[in-house]
């Protein structure tokens, strides 16, 4: 049985779309100036970037918030 989010903005959206859609509209210089972590700042990937925000929810969090703040302009 499939169960449906209606107040969930991030329901359906994956954290690598989330990710690659944040890197390109601000790039890798602006999305650390904005989610101020390390995996953006220093030989930034996409691939790195996911494996530490899979593991840091806080990171993760922050990322989410930035997501939809973003898609919201």
Same mark, same amino acid.
């Not at 994956?14 to 890197?23: E, G, I, S, T, V």
């Not at 101020?36 to 970037?49: D, G, R």
């Given at each position: ?5 209606? !107040? ?27 989610? !101020?972590? !390390?995996?953006?700042?220093? !030989?930034?990937? #996409? %691939?790195?970037?996911l ?5 840091t ?7 989410? #918030?930035?997501?939809? %703040?973003? #898609?919201?302009?």
């Amino acid at each position: 049985m499939s169960e449906t989010q209606p !107040n969930n903005p991030l329901h359906g959206v994956k954290l690598a779309d989330m990710l690659n859609y944040l890197q390109d509209y601000y790039g890798w210089d602006g999305l650390a100036e904005r989610v !101020n972590i !390390n995996c953006f700042k220093s !030989n930034p990937t #996409i %691939k790195s970037s996911l494996k530490f925000l899979r593991k840091t929810d806080w990171a993760r969090t922050k990322v989410e #918030i930035l997501y939809l %703040k973003t #898609i919201k302009r």
